[in-house]
């Protein structure tokens, strides 16, 4: 999608397209999970998923390989190989895709905080690409953003030490323009990051076992290909695919012990919006937020996650032995996977109820209040009325200041915001503190902004200060960041 490839919409148009044009809600028929394609998205681009005639292919919910990264010499070394493949969703049908040592996504890279980790990536798609390390408390020369281009053919290194506390991660292309169909295409894999505070909680760390990863992702097909093609309107609106998958898989079940079963969830989506929770309608415990564990377990019975959020999560199976659950999104009625409790626990683990101390900086400590407006004109979107440009630097932030980021949404579509190289907490929504959920109050770096709304992050850079090199801060809705809602910060000495 080019920039200059779409006008923005009047407030009466999107009001049409909020009230009930688009969107994948009313695909229920077929197969109880909707996941059966020929839904009606409407007003143009992709129309709704053809699939191919010979059906999904039945799978066990796939788990992305565990690279624990090998010892060269003191520093743990994660290769990676950025490949074209051919995927199974379907049974008689393989699909053009990108794949991570796969064919589509890429591994989980387990990380120790404190170590010495290159991660490096092998470009070998035919097409330049970027990656970065989101969440990662790194430099900005190692943060995989526009200004460190991995051309075709060759590999470039992310080398830095872990430095923060345990959580879930990820890493994903941020191609100028083409973040978007990168993703898209599957280019994604999680970080787990573990501390010696993590090891000692007693926690499901079973990985694929009790402690299960999770790439939610929605898209459309075209007779089996995927079908990147948003319309002007699905751009505004998100991208919200017909058929949902975990992992690269469609419809695929999850064996499981009758235990706590822990979950870190990535939305992995271009821009859509989970609201995730199981069909038993049971509740569970939020246990971390995009960057840290919270400090203590939130019982909910759904989960809000808009595009690059990350949740872990521990729901208590032990009584639910040869049960069959779906773990599903409410917000479009799809099934992402469906669960088998038909094991017996060969282990037990009991939930903490105090998970980690998080330091809350204090905002009558901040010095100063930056405001980012998020809007969109003729032809692009935009921050503060500016569209993303390389070669302008957009902010300059002092090391080690205490600040207030005031993030307000004033279109009629949802966003979200995303800063690189740190993590922030929500302080206020719509002016108020008792707006903050509970299972906000925790380490972020992506927060959900509807439409017509505003969040205060407070905000502090540690570390890392040049200036010259900027990180990057944008809604995370891949088609907005890609027309231009993102703009560029340095961290002065
Ligand atoms: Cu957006």
């Known amino acids: 999608m080019k920039r200059r490839g779409f006008l923005a919409l009047s407030a009466v148009s999107a009001l049409a397209l909020l009230s009930g044009c688009g969107g994948s809600d009313s695909n229920t028929n077929g197969m109880g999970n909707g996941n059966n394609g020929n839904g009606a998205n409407g007003m143009g681009g992709s129309q709704g998923s053809t699939l191919p005639s010979g059906g999904i292919k039945t799978k066990s919910l796939p788990i992305p390989a565990l690279l624990s990264g090998d010892d060269r010499g003191g520093v743990k070394h994660y290769d990676l190989s950025l490949q074209k493949a051919q995927h199974d969703f379907f049974n008689a049908t393989k699909t053009d895709t990108f794949g991570i040592n796969a064919t589509y996504l890429g591994p989980t890279l387990l990380m120790q905080n404190g170590d010495e980790v290159s991660v490096n990536y092998s470009n070998n798609l035919g097409e330049l690409v970027t990656m970065h390390g989101h ?3 790194l430099p900005p020369s190692m943060d995989g953003t526009p200004h460190q281009p991995i051309t075709a053919g060759t590999t470039w290194s992310a080398r830095y030490k872990v430095n923060q506390k345990a959580c879930t991660n990820w890493y994903h292309p941020h191609t100028m323009d083409k973040t978007a169909e990168h993703v898209y295409k599957g280019l994604a894999g999680l970080i787990m990051i573990e501390d010696a505070k993590s090891k000692g909680l007693d926690l499901p760390k079973r990985y694929g076992e009790d402690d299960i990863p999770l790439v939610l992702q929605d898209r459309f097909f075209n007779n089996g290909q995927l079908d990147y093609n948003p319309s002007r309107m699905q751009v505004m609106r998100g991208y919200v695919g017909d058929v949902f998958m975990a992992n690269g898989a469609i419809d695929a079940t999850l064996d499981v012990e009758a235990k706590e079963i822990r979950f ?11 609201n995730l929770g ?10 971390a937020t995009d960057n840290a564990f919270l400090e203590a377990p939130v019982s909910l019975t759904r989960l809000r996650l808009s595009p690059a959020e990350r949740a872990e999560i521990v729901v208590d199976l032990s009584s639910a032995l040869n049960q069959t659950i779906e773990f599903r999104d409410y917000q479009h009625n799809k099934t992402f996977f469906t669960i088998n409790v038909n094991k017996t626990a060969t282990t037990t683990t009991t939930l903490p109820n105090s998970l980690t101390t998080l330091e809350k900086l204090d905002p009558a400590l901040a010095v100063r209040t930056r405001q980012f407006t998020l809007d969109g004109s003729m032809g692009s979107f935009q921050i503060n009325g500016k569209s993303m440009d390389v070669n302008r630097i957009d902010e300059s932030v002092p090391l080690g200041d205490i600040e207030i980021w005031e993030v307000t949404n004033t279109m009629m579509v949802d966003h979200n915001f995303h800063i690189h190289a740190t993590h922030f907490m929500p302080i206020e929504r719509n002016g108020s503190a008792a707006n903050v959920a509970a299972n906000e109050k925790g380490y972020k770096d992506v927060i959900f902004v509807p439409a017509n709304e505003s969040v205060k992050l407070i905000v502090q850079m540690k570390d890392y200060a040049d200036n010259s090199v900027p990180y990057m801060y944008h809604c995370h809705f891949l ?9 560029q910060f340095v961290v002065t000495s």
Do not use: V
């Open 135 to 137: 969440g990662m408390h």
């Open 264 to 274: 870190r969830i990535l939305n992995g989506s271009n821009s859509s919006i989970y």
């Open 278 to 287: 199981f069909s038993d309608g049971r509740s569970f415990k939020q246990i």
């Open 479 to 487: 088609e907005h960041e890609d027309a231009g809602m993102m703009g």
